[in-house]
């Protein structure tokens, strides 16, 4: 039933974009399911979308954040949400500031470590360690609201550590190779 009911809002979504109606027997259980949905009021019709949307976060097939935004602090954080909601709301209120860390983390990996010692060692080892603690801040703190998110982020910046840690070897293995070279022209 309920599943006839998902179909149906599916299809319906495929005809009012202009794609073909179902042939057979999925056209007819669509066609029942998307009688008992016309004949729903708004209201009933949320309360079963709310109920399936439920149950999906509940069998974590979709990732939903908790609003931990409540408006507690009045208007500061109302008008706060209506401004910067769309940044802020994954995180949890106390670390409200983690997006600016994040900005200003991928700012100096992009645009500012280019001019860091270009083409050496140095310039790895900066990018190393600005990514390292920003995985031991993300850590300790735990900024995102949905542990999922937190999960995601950690892995992210683990694995751009590890990225950064193969280019110094292969940095340094070049090194090497480029003196052994050197050493041998001179003799």
Not at 45 to 55: P, S, T, Y
Not at 127 to 153: C, I
Not at 170 to 187: A, G, N, P, R
Request: proline share 2%; hydrophobic share 45%.
């Amino acid at each position: 039933d309920e599943e006839g009911m998902v179909r149906a809002l599916v299809q319906k979504l495929r005809t009012d974009a202009g794609q073909d109606q179902p042939e057979g027997d999925e056209g007819t259980e669509l066609s029942s399911s998307a009688e008992k949905i016309a004949g729903m009021s708004r209201d009933e019709l949320e309360k079963q979308v709310m109920a399936l949307a439920g149950r999906l976060v509940e069998s974590q097939l979709v990732a939903a954040v908790p609003s931990l935004w409540n408006s507690e602090f009045g208007e500061v954080e109302a008008l706060t949400l209506a401004r910067a909601g769309f940044l802020l709301s994954i995180y949890k209120v106390d670390y409200w500031y983690f997006e600016l860390l994040e900005m200003l983390r991928k700012l100096f990996m992009t645009a500012i470590l280019v001019f860091v010692s270009e083409g050496s060692v140095g310039q790895i080892l900066a990018g190393l360690l600005v990514t390292f603690l920003s995985l031991l801040l993300a850590f300790s703190l735990q900024p995102y609201g949905n542990p999922m998110l937190n999960r995601m982020h950690m892995f992210a910046l683990a694995s751009q550590c590890g990225t950064l840690q193969y280019g110094l070897v292969l940095f340094m293995d070049t090194s090497s190779q480029d003196s052994q070279e050197q050493t041998v022209i001179e003799v």
